[in-house]
């Protein structure tokens, strides 16, 4: 089973549980071949009469699948596999426009594409088919346009595919890991100048919505889903109890800079998940910065300022140490 598995609209999948494999539930079993897309998804494709179990189309997400049972998989057009919510209000800022992407300013408390937990929440890929609904078709099924991602309560710079080729390239050049990414992040305490956190990164083993991190021999227990996890920093400014770093990520794992910085003991400020909420910020003060890649030949570079809650809350700081 790959983790980067994706599915494509209007095309058609067949799955057959192995011999030895024990009865799952049939929107499990689903789930656990394309760990990307979320049980519910597939659950409201059952609704949608898109899923079939030896020909015949399946009503419940509850039924057991086992071998020898063949399980088709079709995979209508974006349209009609997402309830679009109304996104005017999320205040998404376009930075740069070209043919083939868009470069946006993701405000805090937006999510990139919806989850189980906030079904109802308008998200940045509502955003996107809203205002350009000839984009609902490029890239994977429930997130058009989206090549990497950011946490909901993290801020700042983003690129969207506008086309299948850049939607198609981008994911090659995150997979090489060509597309350079800088964040700013306040932590707690004061770290050494400069730092390189190369620790393994995985699913909390007891509270599954965190991640954490793992000594490196984790990566060769087959049993854990256990990733590589890299990231660079260096002090940018120290104040009275904290420190303005600048993060370049060489991984992309979720919620890495998070998890790295709580590792050395110094989590982000206001990082309710790995840290301790705080009375400067009402979110954690992380903030995608900077983006540099190539593509064509033609090498871009872009920037997207701090927003208002980190500039007061620097400034704030500023006038406590000065």
């Known amino acids: 089973m790959e ?50 179990v030896n020909g015949i189309i399946v009503t419940k997400s509850s039924i057991l699948v086992q071998h020898p049972d063949i399980i088709t998989i079709y995979i209508p057009l974006q349209a009609d596999t997402h309830d679009f919510k ?3 209000h999320l205040n998404i800022e376009i930075l740069y426009t070209h043919e083939h992407f868009f470069i946006i300013n993701k405000p805090a408390n937006v999510i990139v594409h919806t989850t189980d937990t ?39 710079i983003m690129i969207i595919a506008r086309t299948n080729y850049a939607h198609k390239m981008m994911q090659e050049l995150f997979r090489e890991r060509t597309i350079s990414k800088t964040y700013y992040a306040l932590v707690q ?25 793992f000594k490196p021999e984790s990566i060769q227990d087959g049993s854990l889903n256990v990733r590589p996890a890299t990231t660079h920093y260096k002090v940018l400014n120290y104040y009275q109890d904290c420190s303005l770093l600048e993060v370049k990520p060489v991984t992309g794992r979720t919620h890495q800079i998070r998890v790295h ?39 871009y570079q872009f920037t997207c300022p701090l927003p208002s809650d980190m500039t007061t809350l620097l400034s704030n700081l500023n006038s406590l140490t000065s």
């Open 3 to 52: 983790s980067s598995l994706r599915l494509s609209t209007n095309s058609q999948y067949t799955l057959t549980p192995a011999p030895d494999a024990q009865a799952l539930r049939l929107d499990k079993y689903i789930s656990n071949f394309f760990p990307s897309y979320s049980r519910t998804f597939f659950q409201k494709l059952i609704e949608k009469s898109c899923i079939w």
């Open 86 to 88: 109304d996104s005017t």
């Open 118 to 156: 906030q079904p109802s929440t308008a998200t940045l890929v509502d955003w996107i088919v809203q205002k350009w609904p000839e984009m609902s078709h490029i890239g994977y099924v429930d997130r058009p346009g989206i090549v990497h991602r950011l946490d909901k309560d993290t801020s700042g």
């Open 189 to 213: 305490g004061h770290p050494s100048p400069t730092g390189t956190i190369d620790l393994p990164i995985g699913r909390n083993p007891v509270h599954r919505h965190l991640m954490t991190h």
């Open 261 to 299: 910085c709580a590792a050395i003991g110094h989590p982000i400020i206001g990082d309710r998940m790995y840290g301790k909420k705080s009375s400067l910020i009402d979110r954690q003060a992380l903030h995608a910065y900077a983006l540099s890649f190539e593509l064509d030949g033609i090498s």
